[in-house]
T-cell receptor, first 117, second 113 residues
Framework: EAGVVQSPRYKIIEKKQPVAFWCNPI?????LYWYLQNLGQGPELLIR????????DSQLPKDRFSAERLKGVDSTLKIQPAELGDSAVYLC???????????????FGPGTRLTVL | GNSVTQMEGPVTLSEEAFLTINCTYT??????LFWYVQYPGEGLQLLLK?????DKGSNKGFEATYRKETTSFHLEKGSVQVSDSAVYFC????????????FGSGTQLTVLP
């Protein structure tokens, strides 16, 4: 079974340009996460979807970042305009929809490494 | 809020050496604790977990014991291999936020032949 797929794997853009990242979760996983991983740091949650609903976007910088998961399957994360400080790895993860607050293992994609010049 | 503090790296060991990577945490309630591993060019993979005090998680020769009294979850392996070279992340999920992982900053391990 395929894991979490992300594209592109690498992206280099100039500041003020827009950029988009795509994620396809594991088939059947209702919950999808986008994380930001700065160099030498652990991942930090940006947004969590349950099906097509964004249930936790409190850490998403909404002035320049947006995300969508229109059909409750794959998802796109966009930055417009990009800034130098956005250079990082953007990780996508998915999990089964837990019930009663229980934790289900999150499966991570390989990430997209963004460099903003 | 929740936080995880990991031993700073990088850590360089010779093959067959003993490994310890320290991890301590701060959390509300009774968190579940995890170690994730990130091999070069790959996504994070769950290595092991423990969901309650005194539980021992183990996988691939790695072990970690959930110590509530010291709020620690140190990762150990008796004999490391070159293939264990990776970045290791300690993480938690607190009982109050069942889906949100809080990660430590990661520890780079390099094992030399």
């Amino acid at each position: 079974e395929a894991g979490v797929v992300q594209s592109p794997r690498y992206k280099i853009i100039e500041k003020k340009q827009p950029v988009a990242f795509w994620c396809n979760p594991i088939s059947g996983h209702n919950t999808l996460y986008w994380y930001l991983q700065n160099l030498g740091q652990g991942p930090e949650l940006l947004i969590r979807y349950e099906n097509e609903e964004a249930v936790d976007d409190s850490q998403l910088p909404k002035d320049r970042f947006s995300a969508e998961r229109l059909k409750g399957v794959d998802s796109t994360l966009k930055i417009q305009p990009a800034e130098l400080g956005d250079s990082a790895v953007y990780l996508c993860a998915s999990s089964l929809d837990p019930s009663s607050g229980s934790y289900n293992e999150q499966f991570f994609g390989p990430g997209t490494r963004l460099t903003v010049l | 809020g929740n936080s995880v503090t990991q031993m700073e790296g990088p850590v360089t060991l010779s093959e067959e050496a003993f490994l310890t990577i320290n991890c301590t945490y701060t959390a509300t309630g009774y968190p579940s604790l995890f170690w994730y591993v990130q091999y070069p060019g790959e996504g994070l993979q769950l290595l092991l977990k423990a969901t309650k005090a005194d539980d021992k998680g183990s996988n691939k020769g790695f072990e970690a014991t959930y110590r509530k009294e010291t709020t620690s979850f140190h990762l150990e392996k008796g004999s490391v291999q070159v293939s264990d070279s990776a970045v290791y992340f300690c993480a938690l999920v607190s009982s109050g936020s069942a889906r949100q992982l809080t990660f430590g900053s990661g520890t780079q391990l390099t094992v030399l032949p």
